[in-house]
C-alpha cells in the first residue's frame, strides 16, 4: 500500500500563491486533481515519474507548475495568480508508472491523498 499526504492548502486572496506537497514513496506518476461540492473532480496537472512529461489542464496553464523532488519523495503543485474559481479540495494521486507517461484520468490512479481544502477570496 502506498501513502499519499498532501499538505500546503489554505485560504488566500486573488492574486496570491500557494504551493501544495505530496508526500510518497515508490515509482509512481502523480496527478494534482480538484474537487467542489456538486461537480465532478477534475484534473488538475500531472507528471510523469520521469519527471519529463507533464499535463495541465486548460484553465490552469500558466499559473500553476507540477514538479517533483525525488530526493524528498515529494511532488509540487506550485500554484500562482489564484483566482476564486479556484477554490476546491484538492487531492494528489498516485499509480505505479508502468511507462514514461502522465496519467489524466482520475480511474487511471491507484493511491489517492485526504484532500487539502484552497479557498480563494475575491
Known amino acids: 500500500q502506498v501513502q499519499v499526504t498532501e499538505s500546503g492548502g489554505g485560504s488566500v486572496s486573488t492574486g496570491d500563491s500557494l504551493r501544495l506537497s505530496c508526500t510518497t514513496s515508490?515509482?509512481?506518476?502523480l496527478g494534482w486533481f480538484r474537487q467542489v461540492p456538486g461537480k465532478e473532480r477534475e484534473i488538475v496537472a500531472a507528471?510523469?515519474?520521469?519527471?519529463?512529461?507533464?499535463y495541465y489542464a486548460d484553465a490552469v496553464k500558466g499559473r500553476f507548475t507540477i514538479s517533483r523532488d525525488y530526493d524528498k519523495n515529494t511532488g509540487y503543485l506550485q500554484m500562482n495568480s489564484l483566482k476564486p474559481e479556484d477554490t476546491a479540495v484538492y487531492y494528489c494521486?498516485?499509480?505505479?508508472?508502468?511507462?514514461?507517461?502522465?496519467?489524466?484520468?482520475?480511474?487511471?490512479?491507484?493511491?489517492w491523498g485526504q484532500g487539502t481544502q484552497v479557498s480563494v477570496s475575491s
Open positions: 515508490g515509482r509512481l506518476a
Open positions: 494521486a498516485a499509480r505505479r508508472a508502468v511507462s514514461g507517461s502522465y496519467y489524466t484520468r482520475d480511474s487511471d490512479y491507484t493511491f
Open positions: 507528471i510523469s515519474w520521469g519527471g519529463t512529461l507533464t
